[in-house]
């Protein structure tokens, strides 16, 4: 899928999904909110209709509250105000999960059955996710702040696609037979690692829990995830049909709660084979280090990005725009691969600046479960903050402030899309993850220059190359240390391509083949051979 494909289908209206929204309001494809104004879609929301069923933790096949009887708030981004509370998990929580992943691998069906039954349970699941895609896709954007149209035309057939890819990796996961010096008769087999810990961000849920559970189940290993505390409600929801697909008790568990005490907990627990997570990079760092003071189980981590997004002299300057635009400003700039280094050639830079301006005031933002709407609200209330620091910061270290700069509305989370020029590699928004709709652009003359430039960072998560030159995009794609590129494209996530990050954006890959890797051993088998035909 191209990436201009996926910007034009975020930006088609949805037909009207009236069992969402609550009666007298106007649905999707309805109004839409102006740019930079503050409409009664942000003040007065639409109410979706979709129940919340699921608030306790999942463990043995159970929803049980939590043995503290402690609960945590899950907000509505679009006004602050509660829209559930969640059972809070903690150590002992993990505890009782992991041991139910335990016995659930040492003496349950899940790991002993045939590859192709857990392929048909994992196929009926996501034909089951297809039947309720509406309440699902409705239950990420109430919880997450995502569009709707985003929300329902992407990342829930995305869901379905990678769980079908794994399905149908199931059962063609197999060792080799091996040619050795002497008589020997070798062979490798690849086992399931075991209990694999999961822990996902906020800021994809579904996709997150796709990309780890997908892999994990296809290898036939059992799972304790946490969600995060902002958006712990898709997982809870997909999870019980999973069970319904028919999942045995105990293979997956989902407790919610905090990284401190439920995420630490998992994280160091002797009776974890494997984690995976994906987070920030200072938050990876407190994982690999409580994975490896622990039982030194093996780590995947995918972590925080600064990627450069890099328009070269001969580009199409409108296109060049359109997508630096849809490469920082998707998902509410909450991407860790977000292109938020624009870099532009000097000989286009003022007309790329000017159009890149006028792109960002033309956003569309408002209420996410309005059809047209290009830009919900952040995640929560410190993001919110977080993202208006780093603005202040922009114009205090001296960039030019060209659009945006503010919040948008003055209830819940929205912020304007802001777009800095004149940034230098030594600001502080041209170095940190800002996780927001801010687009900060930098001006560069040479190839060597912008290479040098692009390379000096501490993160090595993805980058983006627009050019006519098929040498210039050759040389860039071999010089930059990034584990994705994209050439004239952007955000291109294939359930068969893998992702993953060089440096402090991590080790290890997901989706694809190569996260299978993650979740097996390999072991040699050797066996003598007797005056064998031959070797």
């Not at 197999?174 to 694999?196: F, K, M, R, W």
């Not at 040498?471 to 952007?490: M, Y």
């Amino acid at each position: 899928m191209a990436g201009r494909r996926i910007s034009s289908l975020l930006s088609r209206s949805l037909a009207s999904s009236p069992a969402l929204l609550s009666k007298g309001r106007r649905p999707l494809g309805g109004t839409t909110t102006g740019k930079y104004s503050t409409s009664a879609a942000v003040e007065t929301p639409i109410t979706p209709s979709v129940k919340v069923n699921y608030t306790q933790l999942l463990i043995n096949g159970q929803f049980l509250d939590s043995i503290s009887g402690k609960t945590f708030p899950t907000f509505d981004p679009r006004t602050g105000e509660v829209i559930a509370n969640v059972a809070e998990g903690d150590a002992k929580d993990v505890d009782l999960a992991v041991s139910a992943a335990r016995k659930a691998f040492d003496e349950g069906p899940w790991p002993r059955m045939t590859a192709y039954e857990r392929s048909k349970i994992i196929l009926r699941f996501a034909d089951l996710v297809e039947k309720n895609a509406e309440e699902i896709a409705a239950l990420e954007t109430w919880d997450n702040g995502k569009t709707y149209e985003q929300s329902a035309k992407l990342e829930v057939p995305m869901f379905v696609r990678i769980f079908r890819y794994y399905a149908g990796w199931a059962d063609k996961i197999h060792g080799l037979t091996v040619p050795a010096d002497g008589s020997y008769n070798v062979q490798t087999l690849h086992e399931p690692i075991g209990v694999a810990g999961q822990i996902i961000p906020w800021n994809f849920p579904l996709l997150m829990f796709a990309w780890k559970v997908g892999p994990a189940l296809a290898c036939g290993n059992t799972i304790v995830l946490k969600t995060a505390e902002q958006t712990p409600l898709s997982a809870l929801y997909v999870a019980k049909l999973l069970h319904e697909a028919g999942l045995p008790e105990g293979v997956l568990n989902i407790v919610s709660g905090y990284g401190p005490t439920a995420g630490a907990a998992l994280a160091s627990h002797m009776e974890v084979d494997k984690l995976a997570f994906t987070g920030s990079t200072e938050t990876g760092k407190v994982v690999l280090e409580l994975a490896a003071k622990s039982n030194l189980k093996p780590v995947t981590l995918e972590l925080g990005g600064k990627s450069p997004f890099i328009v070269c002299e001969d580009a199409d300057v409108d296109k060049a725009v359109e997508m630096a635009h849809f490469a920082l400003f998707f998902n509410q700039g909450q991407c860790c691969c977000a292109g938020s280094r624009t870099f532009v050639h000097e000989k286009v830079y003022d007309e790329f600046i000017e159009k890149a301006r006028k792109r960002a005031v033309n956003r569309v933002v408002g209420d996410p479960f309005l059809g047209g709407i290009e830009q919900g609200p952040q995640v929560d209330g410190e993001q919110f903050k977080k993202i208006l620091r780093y603005i202040k910061s922009g114009i205090e270290g001296g960039a030019t402030l060209e659009a945006g700069g503010e919040r948008f509305g003055s209830k819940g989370y929205y912020v304007q899309p802001t777009v800095f020029s004149n940034v230098k590699d030594d600001m502080k928004i041209a170095q940190e993850e800002i996780f927001g709709p801010v687009q900060t652009i930098l001006k560069y003359k040479e190839i060597e220059e912008v290479i040098r430039r692009a390379n000096a960072s501490r993160y090595g998560l993805a980058a983006g190359v627009f050019t006519q030159n098929i040498n210039t995009a050759n040389r860039l794609t071999r010089a930059l240390r990034v584990g994705s590129v994209w050439i004239n494209c952007f955000d291109i996530f294939d359930a068969a391509i893998p992702f993953g990050g060089y440096k402090m954006s991590g080790h290890g890959r997901e989706k694809g083949i190569y996260s299978l890797s993650n979740y097996l051993q390999v072991k040699a088998v050797v066996t003598p051979l007797e005056n064998p035909a031959w070797l």
